[in-house]
């Protein structure tokens, strides 16, 4: 008997360095607080709500080696809502991320699945959105660098890094016969790092993006189809149902000892927006954030964001400011408590003040200014 446990733990020890390289990680995410809102349809508003930093999640992925470098990989992502155990993305089981793929650390990583786009993957780190979430997006994340939807049926390719240098491409397929080009997106990025430097950017174009990212921030109004949009519709009340949505976003970071700093420029274009054919909407967004680590424990953050577009259809050109900060404090390496604010304030165009009408259950303000503040807690695993 001791023979054969010594045969088989000395089996299982020389056996283990050929599966090294494979395994299945399970990690997760859960934050949730308590939001203020001054002015969401008219009331202010008192809400639990999680997914804010971050979307709550846990996940799956994994690695399997193939030999000659070449490996297989997956991930799982499901979002939920840990206030009522509710799921996220609209119901769907794994909606944050569903792909299988391969990966070669000479030829670059091709996956195919539901994943992000191209802006997401390279530009949102160069954002205060994509270094503390949703409340600091640029206005009702009217161009997705919150990552409020992902793309279905996508094939994407991203490049190796070469002198720092990286691209990635994608498309993703509408899926309708006789109709090919359908509900379908494509886009490109890249990016760029050398020490403390890092620049990104990202393009994207989608076609019937009301109807393709029905777990996004959509909010049509377009039955009938009309140019005018009531002032609680918010920024996304002035796009309806577009034909396609287009994309650029471009920016950069850099880090400094306990400091790093960061801009971002995005343009989002709507045509036939509102289901009014003709009618272009367009969006800019320039946006300056820092943050600095007082301790290893306590982090400060704020920045700006000034955002201006047309509507066409109507001749309005409305105009943004916002203001956001943060103080998180780490109470261990997996888990920290945070306090952040914004202060928006509509400047003109006959709009009313939107900083994410998707997450307040009124909506856009019904004046030109909106506050939200926050305090919670996040842990991960």
Same mark, same amino acid.
């Given at each position: ?32 607080? $308590? ?14 709500? &999680?997914?804010?930093?971050?979307? #709550? ?15 297989? $990989?997956?991930?799982?992502? !499901?979002?939920?809502?840990? =206030?009522?155990? %509710?799921? =996220? ?7 944050? /991320?569903? +792909? ?6 000479? +030829? ?32 009702? &994340? ?9 793309? *279905? !049926? ?28 359908? /509900? ?10 050398? %020490? ?15 109807? /393709? ?7 049509? !109004? ?10 609680? &519709?918010? $920024? ?48 800019? #967004? +320039? ?20 955002? *201006? ?6 001749? /309005? ?36 003040? &939107? ?8 909506? =856009? ?17």
């Amino acid at each position: 008997m001791k023979k054969s446990l010594i045969a088989l733990a000395v089996t299982s020890a020389v056996a283990a360095p050929a599966f090294a390289q494979n395994s299945v990680t399970l990690y997760g995410v859960i934050d949730i607080g $308590i939001t203020y809102v001054n002015n969401t349809g008219g009331h202010s508003q008192w809400q639990m709500q &999680d997914g804010i930093v971050q979307g #709550s999640r846990w996940g799956l992925k994994g690695v399997e080696d193939l030999g000659g470098g070449t490996k297989a $990989i997956f991930q799982l992502e !499901n979002g939920f809502h840990p =206030a009522n155990g %509710g799921l =996220a993305q609209h119901g769907r089981e794994f909606g944050r /991320q569903a +792909y299988v793929g391969l990966t070669n650390d000479s +030829y670059g990583t091709l996956t195919l699945g539901r994943q992000y786009d191209p802006v997401v993957d390279m530009a949102q780190a160069t954002t205060f959105n994509g270094q503390w979430g949703a409340l600091f997006s640029h206005p009702a &994340d009217i161009d997705n660098t919150d990552n409020g939807f992902r793309i *279905n !049926n996508a094939v994407k390719y991203v490049s190796p890094k070469v002198y720092g240098l990286q691209a990635e491409a994608m498309y993703a397929f509408g899926g309708q016969a006789g109709a090919f080009s359908s /509900q379908s997106t494509v886009g490109g990025g890249l990016s760029f790092s050398t %020490g403390p430097l890092y620049v990104g950017a990202g393009y994207f174009y989608a076609k019937d993006p009301a109807v /393709q990212f029905n777990d996004g921030n959509f909010l049509g !109004n377009t039955t009938p189809p009309s140019l005018a949009a009531a002032p609680t &519709d918010g $920024i996304w009340g002035l796009v309806g149902s577009p034909s396609n949505m287009q994309v650029i976003s471009a920016g950069a970071t850099y880090n400094v000892g306990p400091l790093l700093v960061g801009g971002n420029f995005s343009n989002v274009r709507f045509d036939n927006a509102k289901g009014v054919g003709g009618n272009t909407v367009w969006f800019n #967004s +320039y946006e300056l954030w820092g943050q600095y680590s007082l301790t290893p424990a306590a982090t400060l953050g704020a920045g700006y964001t000034f955002t *201006n577009g047309k509507d066409h259809g109507t001749g /309005q050109r409305p105009k943004y400011g916002q203001v956001n900060a943060i103080a998180d404090y780490a109470l261990s390496k997996r888990t920290d408590v945070y306090l952040l604010g914004s202060y928006q304030h509509a400047m003109s165009g006959g709009v009313t003040a &939107d900083i994410y009408s998707g997450l307040f259950a009124g909506g =856009a303000s019904t004046n030109s200014n909106q506050v939200s503040a926050r305090v919670a807690i996040r842990h991960k695993f």
